[in-house]
């Protein structure tokens, strides 16, 4: 359809165009053209190119239309008609003969023709038919292939979003799977998509979405007109995006403020739909883009926002309480959503560490609680892994507290477990009774307390606040959560065992205190006691009982005993006893002569029995406790019975003393708790400071602290360290006169040398004695007999010295003559002292002075048994003494010396076979008298008990025993005059 003026009709895409399009130039070898009916450009598509020779379209119109009207004249050719000439190339001009006027146009618009573009101007597809353009000028006419390649190397062709749109169209329509290979990577380079974006109205294909593309505000949507002509096959074909990256996605819904659960859940959907073509690194923006939306509380308000996955838990009413960002959901979530969910890192319970955070951070008692609560109620929760990473950590930390004791003074290692438990606080002090009213009312706000798992309990048995104030125990979980938290984190019931003997061994406490700790103790914590805990209790002083005069004390178990009437009777206050209310009844009136029961004091009661069992306490002492006892109260128990009972308690020891320990032994000898006879009085001493009464005269004379006259006293006070008195006197012989051999003197040295085989012979085993010396051979063949006028012994005792007169005595110095093998034993002249013994034969006195004499000469330990036996071989005749079994006929007798028995010693003086007896069983030991006391016992002296008088003491040897030896005291046959 053609206008009156030759122009086209106005195009549908641009109805208002009345303006003559202008032509598109571009230079070719060959012309192609298209007819109306396959191209109807719109007016706007026909921008001329400022790169080549601009030719006007009404320019190549009129030359046209010239050329045609000249050759229409010559051939008759029908301007309106399909052309039947052929075709003339443009290539081949006429002849350059004269040329007629219509050969002349035609060059000219061959001419032209040879700089044309390959599609001709709208306006002479539109004039001039096809037939006469192809058959007239023989121009070539555009296959559809073709076409679409030339539209799609034409940049102009897309210069606006109708011309884009018709363009697209027509390529669409005519494009081949042939011609795709070229067209489509041409286009993908150029901003051929019409979107419905005002600021980019044309963009390239891969920065167009299709309209279905949604969740991103701002994005380049293919608009509806084009998506009405093009199929979507080939956009997305040219690059146009059926859905958005995931990173575009996630830094849009970064940056939106809409935050409607509605848009999340599309979201969501969307990605669970595309989940497969995601990669990885779609994943990665996943997992760190903040675009979920969650609330939580901030300052007990909920508020909005956006968080990470790994952040954001699911929508749980109790995480939100913790202050934890819970997801924004309104509607029921399916699997696959839950799923796609949590592989983006969302969470449906929060990491241990936080809820440790939580616990140990916050300044409220409420969210700790909450916080431990949902630890405990989802600890064994599938897939919470709660256990598994407690116990890891306890580990840990175990490990650690393990290496800083070992450290002592290092580096500490970080505490891999806080403080997140909430505990008590300890108990207050109780109110001083004097202090102001206001001051004992103002009591300091209660703070969050905390603890490590470690340094809680939960305390299942009843404590008093009294008694954990007194402990000062720190560590009691709030009541809210003993009962779960002992459940599932294993938090002991009770503060560990350690630690509460600790407490109870370093403060002392009263009786009740005491009482409730040891019930309390048998009741949650007994089957926990091991045998160094019994151990440490028993050597320390922390059981509170009561003293005889109603004093309270502490003592150690292995001290005491727990009371009972049968012991006490018979122990009374030499014993420590525990007041246990199940004992037997407490005597109304004691027996006679029994001491008094202790009077009424408060008790423990029956169920601390057991924590008496295993502190070692018993219901009857036993012998080192009897001896324990009295090292403590010996004092006590003097005052308080009588010597008999007393000394009952020690021949008792006496009995045991082998079986006691080392210690005990130690501790007894080293105690003033022995009885002491000084002066007539009896008191307490140490074992050391009292001697052995082996010698009564010597006794009389120095009046020492001495041993009561008991065996078994003598035998326990000897053991312990008491020394007899007469090892303890230092004695010195001194002579009158000058020595000389006189009658009496060879008598005596005739009479030892006659026997001298006899005086170490034991007529029982027929051999000799046993513990003579080794030269004691020697000894007898150079000793020697002299005659004084006087012998006297000086005997010294503590600073206080004593002179006897005796019968015979050593000469010089003993150690000096005994060594070289030349003792000299002298005989005094002068008779003894005047007394009861002066009618004794003075002879009979000298032969017992050099019996005692010979005796610690020949023997290594003096004894009196030995003193005895020398003095019968001498005093008696060889026929009385081969009458008694005495191998007198082997003796071989020195010729030139003749033995000349004394006088006193003759047969015939003596009545023919007349003998003197070996002596008989010594007589009853004498009765001890009261002993005094000592000084250094410090007691107070008491009265002794009236004894009848005594017999006259036998005389005792003076000769020195061996050391540390018990002797018994034999009765010589003839009485020593001192």
Same mark, same amino acid.
């Given at each position: ?11 549908p ?40 020779t ?20 010559s051939?008759?050719v ?12 443009? !290539? ?13 146009a ?17 306006q ?51 494009? #081949? ?28 294909p ?23 002509t ?17 990173? =575009? ?21 969307h ?27 901030l ?23 913790l202050?934890?960002? +819970? ?24 990491d ?12 409220? =008692? !409420? ?49 891999f ?7 008590e ?34 305390? $299942? ?64 914590n ?79 009661p ?12 018993p219901?009857f ?21 009588e ?22 032994r ?5 105690t003033?708790c ?6 007539k ?5 140490k ?5 052995l ?29 008491s ?12 002579v ?8 009496? $003197? ?22 000799? /004695?046993?513990?003579l ?9 150079g000793?020697?007999? +002299? ?12 600073n ?39 009618e ?29 036996h ?8 060889? #026929? ?13 007798r ?11 010693a003759r ?7 007349q ?11 004498i ?8 000084? #250094?016992?410090?007691?107070?002296? /008491?009265?002794?008990?009236? #004894? ?26 003839i009485?020593?005059?001192?």
């Amino acid at each position: 359809t053609k206008t009156a003026a030759g122009c086209p009709a106005a195009s549908p895409a641009n109805p208002a165009s009345t303006k003559a399009p202008e032509p598109y130039v571009r230079f070719l070898s060959q012309v192609k053209f298209y007819t109306p009916d396959d191209l109807l450009l719109p007016s706007s598509a026909t921008s001329a190119s400022s790169i080549v020779t601009a030719i006007a379209g009404e320019q190549v119109t009129s030359l046209f239309t010239r050329w045609f009207s000249s050759s229409s004249s010559s051939s008759k050719v029908d301007t309106k008609a399909p052309a039947a000439t052929p075709a003339v190339a443009p !290539s081949a001009p006429p002849p350059a003969s004269t040329p007629t006027e219509p050969d002349k146009a035609g060059q000219e618009c061959a001419a032209i023709l040879s700089r044309m573009p390959a599609i001709l101007p709208a306006q002479i597809g539109r004039q001039f038919a096809g037939p006469q353009l192809e058959g007239v000028l023989g121009l070539v006419k555009l296959a559809p292939a073709d076409l679409c390649q030339v539209l799609a190397h034409t940049p102009d062709m897309f210069q606006s979003v109708d011309l884009a749109v018709y363009t697209m169209r027509l390529i669409a329509r005519h494009v #081949t799977p042939a011609a795709e290979v070229v067209v489509l990577p041409r286009l993908r380079t150029v901003k051929c998509i019409a979107t419905t974006s005002e600021i980019s109205p044309l963009v390239l294909p891969s920065e167009a979405y299709l309209p279905t593309v949604k969740f991103v505000a701002n994005l380049n949507h293919v608009s509806p007109a084009l998506m009405d002509t093009v199929p979507k096959k080939l956009l997305v074909s040219l690059g146009v995006h059926e859905t958005v990256s995931t990173k =575009l996605l996630l830094e849009n819904l970064e940056k939106s403020e809409d935050q409607a659960p509605a848009r999340l859940t599309a979201v969501v959907n969307h990605l669970v739909d595309a989940q497969a073509q995601l990669q990885q690194a779609d994943w990665t923006h996943l997992k760190e883009a903040k675009f979920l939306n969650c609330k939580f509380l901030l300052e007990g308000t909920p508020v909005q926002g956006k968080e990470v996955a790994s952040h954001v838990h699911f929508d749980d009413p109790a995480l939100l309480e913790l202050g934890l960002p +819970v997801l924004c959901w309104d509607t029921p979530m399916t699997g696959p959503q839950k799923d796609i969910l949590k592989k983006i890192g969302l969470k449906t319970y929060p990491d241990l560490d936080i809820l440790l955070q939580i616990a140990s951070t916050t300044p409220t =008692l !409420s969210t700790c609680v909450r916080a431990v609560s949902y630890l405990c109620e989802h600890f064994d929760a599938r897939g919470s892994n709660y256990r598994n990473d407690f116990y890891r950590l306890i580990e840990k930390e175990r490990l650690r507290l393990a290496n800083n004791a070992a450290n002592k003074g290092g580096p500490q290692g970080r505490a891999f477990v806080p403080e997140f438990i909430p505990v008590e606080a300890p108990p207050a002090p109780e109110p001083v009774a004097s202090a102001p009213v206001k001051e004992r009312l103002e009591l300091p706000p209660p703070t969050l307390r905390r603890r490590s798992p470690f340094a809680v309990y939960c305390m $299942s048995g009843a404590m008093s606040p009294s008694l954990r104030r007194h402990l000062a125990l720190d560590g009691l979980v709030v009541p809210e959560l003993r009962k779960i938290v002992r459940e599932r984190l294993e938090v002991p019931e009770n503060p560990p065992l350690s630690e509460l003997l600790s407490k109870m061994l370093a403060r002392p406490m009263t009786l009740p205190l005491a009482a409730e700790m040891f019930a309390f103790l048998v009741a949650h914590n007994l089957g926990q006691f091991r045998d160094p805990d019994w151990k440490r209790l028993k050597d320390t002083k922390f059981i509170p009982i009561w003293t005889p005069a109603g004093k309270e004390m502490h003592a150690a178990p292995k001290d005491l005993v727990l009371y009972s009437e049968a012991v006490y009777r018979q122990y009374g206050p030499l014993l420590d006893y525990v007041p246990y209310e199940s004992a037997s009844s407490r005597p109304s009136a004691p027996a006679a002569g029994a001491p008094s029961a202790p009077s009424s004091t408060p008790s423990y009661p029956s169920s601390t029995h057991l924590f008496f069992q295993g502190c070692g306490i018993p219901d009857f002492p036993d012998d080192e406790r009897i001896v324990l006892g009295l090292i403590r109260n010996y004092q006590r128990y003097f005052q308080a019975v009588e010597l008999d009972a007393y000394r009952a308690v020690l021949v008792h020891i006496s009995a045991v003393l082998e079986r006691l320990s080392p210690n005990t032994r130690q501790t007894l000898k080293d105690t003033p708790c022995f009885l002491a006879v000084q002066t007539k009085q009896t008191g307490l001493a140490k074992c050391e400071a009292c001697v052995l009464v082996d010698n009564q005269v010597y006794f009389d004379m120095f009046d020492p602290l001495a041993c009561p006259r008991d065996n078994d006293l003598e035998s326990l006070y000897h053991k312990l360290g008491s020394r007899f008195l007469s090892t303890l006197i230092k004695s010195m012989w001194e002579v009158v006169g000058a020595p000389r051999e006189s009658p009496l $003197s060879r008598e005596m040295q005739g009479l030892i040398q006659e026997r001298k085989a006899l005086l170490i012979y034991d007529p029982d085993t027929r051999t000799k /004695k046993p513990a003579l010396k080794p030269d004691h051979d020697l000894l007898l063949k150079g000793l020697r007999v +002299v005659e004084v006028e006087k012998v006297i012994k000086r005997l010294t005792y503590k600073n206080k010295t004593q002179e006897l007169v005796q019968a015979a005595g050593f000469l010089g110095d003993e150690k000096q003559t005994f060594a070289a093998h030349k003792p000299v034993i002298v005989i005094s002249s002068a008779r003894a002292t005047k007394g009861a013994a002066n009618e004794i034969d003075h002879n009979s006195l000298v032969l017992h002075g050099i019996s005692r004499l010979l005796t610690e000469l020949l023997f290594t330990r003096f004894k009196h048994a030995e003193a005895t036996h020398i003095f019968f071989v001498l005093k008696n005749t060889l #026929t009385a003494l081969e009458s008694e079994g005495y191998p007198v006929t082997a003796i071989q007798r020195a010729p030139t010396t003749p033995v000349v028995a004394p006088k006193s010693a003759r047969a015939d003086d003596m009545g023919g076979d007349q003998m003197v007896k070996a002596p008989g069983p010594a007589p009853a030991p004498i009765p001890a008298l009261p002993p005094p006391p000592t000084a #250094t016992g410090g007691q107070a002296l /008491k009265p002794p008990a009236p #004894t009848p008088p005594a017999p006259v003491p036998a005389p005792v040897p003076l000769s020195k025993p061996a050391p540390n030896e018990p002797i018994a005291i034999p009765t010589p046959p003839i009485p020593d005059p001192v």
